[in-house]
């Protein structure tokens, strides 16, 4: 059996949004920026596309910017804010420790540059207490920035509060959306946001396009120069097949949003308890506050990277976190910021649903990830150690 099980890392294709690339492609295949006919069309189904988004997400059609994805509409919203308040005085950064490295590497950039960045705690459920941001800006704060739902462990954060406290203290807020929309109602006036990072293969898009949303008012800068596209602020000519199938996947993710978090969510727990019965492993994350689609264990006694190999062996895609650090040694700063110790934290295994899952499917995972980490516990001196009581379990 072949079970793809790391919808979080990229998501299969939608039909809805292959048929919008191909018939884009081939109808409106001019320059937008161009002046005669063909290249007019092309801005017209452009703007048609623009509205549908933003009509998807609660915004005005001039407040949304095309992107190649979450990293580049990530690090656009942090530097325009970061440098706006920068030139009134104002260089303190409000964010998390579990924020996608899109964000961290950007903050990290900006502390070289004599930034004030504050990384709030989250707790061991995963997730930030909108209390810690209130109490951390002061008249020195020039952006807050808060994912709203975790990319390993699924955790769904208090935006809309955070971006309450925001608005009231007019600072600058700014969401990475890149795993919640499309899985989750995001509504940009709701959330009290100034800028929301999304990501088109999130959800069912191809890879390779992605929007900001900006709210009008809110400044922003260029991060590439070249040409006038998109209103001055992202040179180089628009993707306009990938935007077409972008807009399609999210209309049907959104229109069919209620039917796929009924039937994920079932999916999700039942794999979850039958996970949960592998002796000395753990959920990382809230049960409940966590996206539909997200089970993420740790497994004390193994190696993730070992039980990833053996379980594609089996026939079973999935991941240890982010896909975007899978070649990294380190353990998840995400599961650290939880409390998990180092050596549990390089045995973690990330699985994330669609909506083409089945309950057999969720089944023949379980039983899998209990076979493999039966064989590589097996094999570990650590878990000869830790039978023989020569070791302290730590789950």
Known sequence: MFVYADNAATTKVRPAALRAFTEVAETYFGNPSSLHTAGQRAQEELTRCREKIARLLGAEPREIYFTSGGSESDNQAILSAAYAGARKGKKKIVSTAIEHHAVLHTLEKLKKEGFEVILLPVGTDGIVKAEDAAREID??????????????????????????????????????????????????????????????????APRGVGALYVRKGAPLSSLIEGGAQERGKRAGTENLPAIAAMAAALEEAVNNLPAYTRKVTVLRDRLIEKLSAIPHCALNGDPKKRLCNNVSFCFEGIEGESLLLLLDEEGICASSGSACTSGSLDPSHVLLAIGRVHDVAHGSLRLTLSEETTEEEVDYIAEKVGYVVSYLRNMSPVWRDLTEGKRKYIL
């Open 139 to 204: 008249e020195n704060t020039c952006l807050v920035s808060v994912m709203l739902a975790n990319n390993e462990i699924g955790t769904i954060q208090p935006v809309a509060e955070i971006g309450a406290v925001c608005r009231e203290k007019k600072v600058p807020f700014h969401t990475d959306a890149v795993q919640a929309v499309g899985h989750i109602p995001v509504d940009v006036k709701t959330l009290g946001c100034d800028y929301l990072a999304l990501s088109g293969h999130k959800f069912g």
